[in-house]
């Protein structure tokens, strides 16, 4: 069992920068893929960025590439995704959520941080 929990949203102009943090709880954190997703209003929720064990297997939507940066601090248990340039269209509840290798879907969830990107 994982349980997950984001921080680090608020409002924020267009052009800033904000740092979510996801810090997991439960055993073997380094073995998850952890994913960002977000969900706007009115909208499908949507794949933002992953990582595998480490870094180096980050990936993004397009929307994002170059604004955003996924980073995990394993020892810590946490995943972070840096976000710059901001734009009005990334607002939305962000939510991070952890798979494990030989799972299909991600099987873990957090409730979810609130960023709003203003213009």
């Known amino acids: 069992q994982v349980h997950l929990v984001e921080s680090g949203g608020g409002l924020v102009q267009a052009g800033g920068s904000l740092r979510l943090s996801c810090a997991a709880s439960?055993?073997?954190?380094?073995?998850?893929?952890m994913g960002w997703f977000r969900q706007a209003p009115g909208k499908e929720r949507e794949f933002v960025a992953a990582t595998t064990f480490s870094t180096n297997g980050a990936y993004y939507t397009d929307s994002v590439k170059g604004r955003f940066t996924v980073s995990r601090d394993n020892a810590k248990n946490t995943v972070y995704l840096q976000m710059n340039s901001l734009k009005p269209d990334d607002t939305a509840v962000y939510y991070c959520a952890a798979q494990w290798p030989s799972s299909a879907t991600y099987d873990y969830w957090g409730q979810g941080t609130q960023v709003t990107v203003s213009s």
């Open positions: 439960g055993r073997a954190f380094s073995s998850y893929k």
